[in-house]
């Protein structure tokens, strides 16, 4: 976990050589530096990630390959608003309760252009799930919608 900007391509960068492969959660917000509130914007932030990384990039956010990382599965943004009104819902009822609650839709996030540079194999299930919700981004989705 980190709040600013340089942390987090220090993270990045260690990441890099150490591992195979980089898993992100949100970086939005990121502070230009730890003494500052100034902010740095997300599109910046993973395209630096992109070019000067060479493994592949999962996110836990969508927003994410939409914006250069290789590939998501994240809960659907609907399946997110349907339970937390069903919690609230319940603890409106019972206020002591908390709910345990579970996604069960999910959202398939794919770039086939992150993908295919860092050589990462999807099964096509995930690709034509991605292709079919409109959310696989990159070349080939371009290609494919005739643009």
């Known amino acids: ?6 942390s987090f391509k220090r993270a990045a960068a260690f990441f890099n050589k150490h591992y195979d492969v980089l ?13 500052t509130d100034d902010e740095i914007a997300s599109d910046e932030t993973m395209k630096w990630v992109t070019e000067n990384t060479t493994i592949p990039i999962i996110s836990t956010m969508g927003y994410a390959i939409e914006e250069g990382a290789g590939a998501a599965i994240v809960s659907s943004a ?3 608003g349907v339970l937390a009104m069903r919690s609230a819902l319940t603890m409106l009822k ?3 309760y908390f709910p345990n ?3 069960k839709v999910l959202s398939v996030f794919l770039n086939d252009d992150h993908i295919r540079e860092r050589k990462i194999f999807i ?6 799930f991605a292709a079919g919700t409109q959310k696989l981004y990159g070349h080939s989705a371009t ?3 005739g643009l």
Do not use: C, G, N, W
């Not at 898993?23 to 003494?35: A, E, H, T, V």
């Open 143 to 145: 290609q494919e919608a």
């Open 123 to 128: 099964p096509s299930i995930y690709r034509s």
């Open 101 to 103: 609650i579970t996604s």
């Open 23 to 35: 898993l992100i959660s949100s970086y939005k917000r990121l502070k230009d530096s730890f003494d």
């Open 94 to 96: 019972v206020s002591s």
């Open 1 to 6: 976990m980190v709040d600013d900007s340089v």
């Open 78 to 80: 609907y399946d997110q």
